[in-house]
């Protein structure tokens, strides 16, 4: 669990097999419940959207853009690779839509709506995304999407996490 997060509030973190840590983000309105990882080596976000063709868009929940008075199409293309643990690359479109992680809102965030999910790490893993938490003292990520703390309007952009393992 982490122990305040920006507005002082709790957030749980589901952890998985000691390898990766989930939160849960809602998208759109009305909101529709993702795990995602917290990640604070990217600013960028991404989740898995109803057009994934890759393996794991067959069993998990999927971004549906469809069901969301909030949605906005952006249609420029969103392709990243992740050199890190991930070790995988993504592909898909730009959209946008209202972003809830906890009592943080960022309307009309642009994120990364992906078709495709290239790599074991990315394939294999329990998450629909991941939930750039890095800050970028320009405001602006490597793919040009302005990062989600950025986008929510805090002003106080501090947070942190308490990681703990699974008991044996």
Same mark, same amino acid.
């Given at each position: ?6 507005? $002082? @509030? ?5 952890? /998985?097999?000691?390898?990766? /840590? ?7 309105? &009305? ?5 995602? $990882? &917290? #990640? ?21 929940? *999927? /971004? ?32 946008? #839509? ?14 990364? @709506?992906?078709?495709?999910? /290239?790599?074991? =790490? ?5 998450? =629909? $995304? ?5 800050? =970028? ?6 793919? $040009? *999407? ?23």
């Amino acid at each position: 669990m982490a122990s305040r997060f920006l507005g $002082g @509030e709790s957030i749980d973190l589901q952890n /998985y097999a000691d390898w990766s /840590y989930l939160v849960e983000v809602e998208i759109g309105t &009305p909101p529709q419940k993702f795990m995602m $990882g &917290p #990640d604070t080596v990217t600013t960028d976000s991404w989740v898995l959207g109803k057009n994934c063709w890759s393996l794991p868009c067959f069993w998990m929940p *999927l /971004y549906d853009s469809s069901q969301s008075s909030t949605y906005v199409a952006n249609g420029t293309n969103f392709n990243k690779t992740m050199v890190d643990i991930l070790r995988g690359r993504v592909e898909g479109n730009v959209s946008q #839509d209202t972003f809830r992680l906890g009592d943080l809102v960022a309307e009309n965030f642009q994120f990364g @709506e992906i078709n495709w999910l /290239y790599g074991n =790490n990315l394939v294999l893993n329990k998450f =629909n $995304g991941v939930l750039g938490l890095a800050y =970028n003292t320009q405001s602006q990520s490597i793919s $040009g *999407l302005d990062p989600f703390l950025h986008q929510a309007h805090s002003e106080n952009k501090t947070f942190s996490l308490y990681l703990m393992r699974e008991p044996k």
